[in-house]
């Protein structure tokens, strides 16, 4: 139900001893013998979340069978052993995850005078090199995480398609602590700072660097790790240990001038695969990636500014002008480095050996879009499943700028139904609303279509039609139409048409009241009601996510009610045909409980956004518990009361008779039950929220549409499994062959679900020589033929060649690598035999 305008917004592997390999014990168990029936919605009854912190219960809880699932991906090395040996637990793998160092540019002084050297980019870009990602990801993770150079994750398929200018990057800044000394010293110095006594003083008083350092994972011992490096280099640390909610208040929402932290231990996960990362460079770089103060504090270099918006908004023609621009805001950002990313990290995600549900390879349980549709006990139909988290209701729950933490998103994705759905291996979008689709691009677009569900059609121009909605105005409460702000027409890169169910508005809500044109209607006014200066519900936070939306926004129109049909355009692109249609095709939300945040919100009473609520001094709305529920069930009173629609000069034209009347009522005979305003279409239910015990029970919603089994076609991740194997030693005038062997539990890997197999021969100095594309020789052989003039060049040495492969089945790429030498050509020499390198066993990393 969270309504947003949305913005459809992990180098080299080698797996450890420890490292869960891809797919292990993660096979969803067929329900062998097991009749469902006509069920709908969900397959167990009740899902009851519970608050469970420490990491070392979660095997003893499955394994005692008070608790079915752990939300939170386990990358404790420790933890993650006792999980993998026991016969009771199961897991699967998510790859989403990443840990990085978030620097505080404020400056050049904080408010206190005291200087801040993060702010010059040169003392951030040193950082880079100071920091051993390789310890980080073997020591601090144990194995279960993988080093990470670059803004784009390196298991998404950006990584495989920019493995020339990724590797180029990672090699210039690997490890070298002696480096890093010298620029920071420099840096330093330039400041007007000096060593004394080995300390690092400024105008008579020594340097301190503040870490504010996470305390619920690894990322404590990151924070303690790179406190040392800086004392070791004549900082003053001062680490500041806190829990995510306490350091989310210091670092994301307090005044970064306030100087009170210069390096936060971030975190950030990827919900669902993400094809297109162009939109990384602007969301972590610019003040355009958020709101809040941190990113107002940023300035990257105009260059990389005007890269992250194109990119931001694909103003691009050709795939290779797009990879181009990527490769070089790759560069910049490293010089800018308000982020020093570490690690890609890999999360065991366990459960109950007699439970299973669709995990998906990024986000894991967390993030997965399909959870509430798959979760299931494999031998029966029915049933209760705990599932433990580690933070529940870490902020408050509203439906249009409410909490965005992840496991609160999770439950919320139970609730809800989305016209589309993320594929959990590929991040493809499949239909759940949708009866037809088409995306219409203009024909020098590089955009791709994957899937047969919609259409891709490529047209000269694209033309907006005079009677689409464009812009909002608040003073007459109308739509102004694209006739009237371009009365000499309008063109779009895009337009989406998206023909719904045909019984779309005959489903229900969990209240029992019947969706209506009103539900699509009232969020879509409501987002440019807040970006109004002259409502009471503008909100000024909102308003720079407005206007980056409203530079690509072409309107949207109803074409027909009976069935629903909807077309929407814009200039905003993305490579994939299925990712643009998912941004574009518009959700629903109950406009009768949003309208009671509306009154309240109007009045002063609450605010949607924590912004607002703290810029007015009153409570950040709550739908499910506190204070608020009181304001909104008096709003909800005056509401029945009047029959009030939101914008009814423009919604009641999409009720039905007597519409009003009912959803109001069903709503008070709902708080009256359940105590909580949260409404909503989904799988499941909100029954019940308890923030004292700090629970939330979830149950099935027997009016679902859908029957039950609907997802649970998705079994395993075909991740490839590569083993590249050739000669050891290469004479200069030899022309070696090297074979490449991909297989999926232990079978070939089909040659046409092949997407690409790509190779990199770097020499001993790192420095690119070659790449080229391998050639098949049958399913699941490949080979790679180096000529002889190609070795010569190389010089005598040690050289690398490195492999990524790239599957339609997932969308992360596989990568192996192997050494061997170059030696000088001698008469009479006798060669090496060809013997095998050490096999990569390979997963989704490089």
Known sequence: MALAIVVVAVVAWRWSGDTPAPDVAAAPAAMAGVDIGDRRGALVDQVVFAQESDLGKVAELIESGTHQLFAQGVSNATVFRRIRDSLGIRYSNAFGSSAELTLNPAGPRFNDGRINPFHVPAMREALNWLVDRRYVAEELYGGLAVPRTLAINTVFPDYARLAEVARTLELRYQHDPERARAAIEREMTALGAARVNGTWVHEGAPVRISILIRTDDQRRRIGDYVGNLLEGLGFEVERLYRAADEASRIWIAGDPAAGRWHIYTGGWVSTLIQRDLSDNFAYYYTPLGRPEPLWQVYRPDPELQTLAERLQRADYTTWDERQAMMSRALELSMTDSVRIWLV???????????????????????????????????????????????????????????????????????????????????????????????????????????????????????????????????????????????????????????????????????????VSLADLVVPMILAFDRADPESRLYDPAFQLVFDVFMQHFKGMRIVSEAPLVVELYSDQVYPDAEAILAARAPAVAPWHTLALGMLAERQGELAFSSNKADRNEVDWMSYIAGPSLAILARHLSEARASGFVPYAEVAERYLREGEAAARYAALGDWYSERRHFWVDNGPFYLHSVHPVERSVVLRRFTDFPDRADKWLRFDRPRIPALELDGPMIVRSDEAPEFELCITFDDAPYPEADIERAAYLLFDGRGRLRLEGEAESVGDGCWRIVLAAEQIAALGTGANSLEVAVTSVRVSLP?????????????????????????????????
Not at 416 to 428: F, I, K, S
Not at 499 to 514: A, I, K, P
Not at 816 to 833: D, L
């Open 344 to 514: 890609d990290v890999v999360n065991a995600q366990p459960h109950a050996a007699n439970v299973d549900l669709t995990s998906d390879l990024a986000g894991g349980f967390g993030g997965s879009a399909l959870w509430a549709y798959t979760l299931r006990y494999t031998d029966r139909v029915g049933g209760n499943v705990v599932v433990a988290l580690p933070t529940l209701i870490a902020e408050p729950w509203n439906p249009v700028a409410g909490s965005n933490w992840i496991f609160d998103r999770m439950i919320m994705r139970g609730l809800t139904d989305a016209v589309v759905l993320p594929d959990p291996y590929t991040g493809l979008f499949w239909p759940q609303r949708i009866a037809a689709a088409e995306v219409a691009v203009q024909d020098d677009l590089p955009v791709i279509q994957t899937l047969d569900w919609l259409t891709l059609v490529r047209e000269r121009e694209i033309v907006v039609p005079a009677d689409t909605w464009i812009a909002w105005d608040g003073a007459a409460s109308r739509w102004i139409s694209v006739g009237e702000r371009h009365p000499d027409g309008l063109t779009a890169r895009t337009r989406v048409t998206v023909r719904y169910e045909d019984d779309f508005l005959e489903h229900r809500w969990h209240d029992g009241t019947q």
């Open 814 to 846: 596989a990568f192996a690598t192997h050494a061997f030498a170059t030696v000088a050509a001698q008469a009479g020499q006798v060669t090496q035999p060809a013997q095998a390198a050490q096999a990569a066993t390979t997963g989704p990393t490089p």
